[in-house]
């Protein structure tokens, strides 16, 4: 899985997450999971972070 963090505006207390799959399937989403999990526990206002397959 590839993750990268983009960055937007500090001055926003907001987190984007955006998914990369083939659909939105439960099939296709459920393996990112773990790693949007993770993203929620460490992540940092005004950052957007991809999470691909």
Not at 9 to 35: F, G
Request: aromatic content about 2%; charged content about 15%.
């Amino acid at each position: 899985m590839i993750s990268s963090k983009l960055h937007i505006a500090s001055d926003y207390i907001c987190l984007i997450i955006v998914l990369q799959v083939p659909s939105n399937r439960l099939a296709d989403l459920k393996p990112l999971v773990p790693e949007i999990l993770a993203i929620l526990t460490t992540a940092t206002k005004g950052q957007a972070t991809v999470v691909s397959t």
